[in-house]
């Protein structure tokens, strides 16, 4: 099982990014893909959420109307739309697969190995 995270970069405030993550090794489809991130100094925090299923999503407070969260069950792949991007947006970014949507990492076994996101001021 593996969970590739990609594309992050350094943007200026107010930019806009798109994370993909690209899931392989078994069947995702009764999972919930997640994104969450860890910014320096500080605990991996909850992000967004789909379901492979049904589409449907959750977003932390801190995102909900900036970031989208999508995905392409062709591609096995889940998308994070960033837009507005703030310097404490700066973090490194992981996907995740879980059961259920929830806000806790410990909900979710399988982790991709991160992007970095730096969102300069």
């Known amino acids: 099982v593996q969970l590739q995270a990609f594309g992050g970069g350094l943007v200026q405030a107010g930019d806009s990014l798109r994370l993909s993550c690209a899931a392989s090794?078994?069947?995702?489809?009764?999972?919930?893909m997640a994104w969450f991130r860890q910014g320096p100094g500080k605990e991996r925090e909850f992000v967004a959420a789909?379901?492979?299923?049904?589409?449907?999503?959750s977003y932390a407070d801190s995102v909900r109307g900036r970031f989208t969260i999508s995905k392409d069950n062709a591609k096995n792949t889940v998308y994070l739309q960033m837009n507005s991007l703030k310097p404490e947006d700066t973090a490194v970014y992981y996907c995740?697969?879980?059961?259920?949507?929830?806000?806790?990492?410990?909900?979710?076994?399988?982790w991709g190995q991160g992007t970095l996101v730096t969102v300069s001021s």
């Open positions: 995740a697969a879980g059961p259920y949507i929830r806000a806790g990492a410990t909900n979710y076994d399988y």
């Open positions: 789909i379901r492979w299923r049904a589409s449907r999503t």
């Open positions: 090794g078994r069947t995702f489809s009764n999972d919930v």
